[in-house]
């Protein structure tokens, strides 16, 4: 039997429907309870894996590649309805677009995805995001910065920077990625597959190719945590694709 991640999972595992959801970076799948939760009460098997570098799992490579890599298991065991990556893990998702299966209908939701980092961005993020592993801030300090959170949140957002393995984990995670660059992979969107962008800031709506396999929904008034902040909005746009599927179009 080959090796499986460590995961979260919602659901049933005897369901009809099946959901991956990928979190971003120093992240865990603990930040798509309130995604998850509703899933499963419509009747999907969801499945949230831990990816290299979070969650206590270690490792030295960590190019996106090898974090997609790492994630076949899970697309080896079975087939998904629908793929949904947040932030670094929407373009994780990018990656594993040519793995998935073209024998069905598949829904893929970018969730404010991380397609493009100039290396200037990546070189000032490399002293900015390290220290929020570094130094974690309260559940009540997140609260207070994010009023529309629950605690749930919160303690989700908390409990994936403390897991995440070291501050270097993420500055290697930046500096092994410096050709961040991942919004050209959407032009090969397979025929089976519909790709959703739910985006909170115009900058990233620039990032995301023109496709007739692509919509993008912008969500103004949300921060880069639409998962906390409209958790609704990820669960419409997957129950929307089951409804739709028949009419995915073709090329």
């Not at 005897?14 to 939760?37: F, K, M, Y």
């Not at 079975?78 to 929407?90: E, F, L």
């Not at 989700?156 to 995440?164: E, I, M, P, S, W």
Request: charged share 20%; with cysteine; net charge negative.
């Amino acid at each position: 039997m080959s090796y499986v991640p460590s995961a979260t999972r919602w659901g049933l595992s005897s369901a009809n429907r099946r959901a991956l959801l990928i979190h971003g970076l120093d992240c865990s799948p603990h930040t798509w309870e309130r995604v998850a939760q509703p899933l499963a009460q419509a009747g999907y098997f969801v499945v949230a894996p831990t990816l290299l570098g979070h969650g206590f799992r270690t490792g030295t490579d960590f190019r996106l590649t090898t974090l997609a890599e790492d994630l076949q298991p899970f697309l080896a065991e079975t087939d998904y309805d629908v793929v949904i990556g947040h932030s670094m893990g929407a373009a994780i998702t990018t990656i594993l677009l040519s793995s998935l299966p073209r024998s069905r209908p598949i829904s893929v939701i970018l969730v404010d995805p991380s397609l493009e980092f100039t290396p200037e961005f990546i070189e000032e993020k490399k002293v900015e995001w390290p220290n929020t592993v570094a130094n974690v801030k309260s559940v009540e300090a997140y609260m207070a910065e994010y009023p529309t959170w629950t605690r749930a949140d919160a303690i989700t957002r908390v409990f994936g920077l403390q897991a995440c393995t070291s501050p270097d984990v993420v500055r290697e995670i930046l500096g092994q990625n410096s050709s961040w660059s991942f919004g050209h992979l959407l032009l090969d969107v397979p025929n089976n597959v519909v790709v959703t962008a739910l985006v909170s800031t115009p900058e990233v709506l620039d990032h995301i190719p023109s496709h007739p396999r692509i919509r993008t929904v912008f969500l103004p008034g949300l921060s880069h945590w639409i998962q906390h902040e409209a958790p609704e909005k990820i669960v419409d746009t997957v129950l929307e694709s089951a409804t739709d599927a028949p009419n995915m179009p073709s090329s």
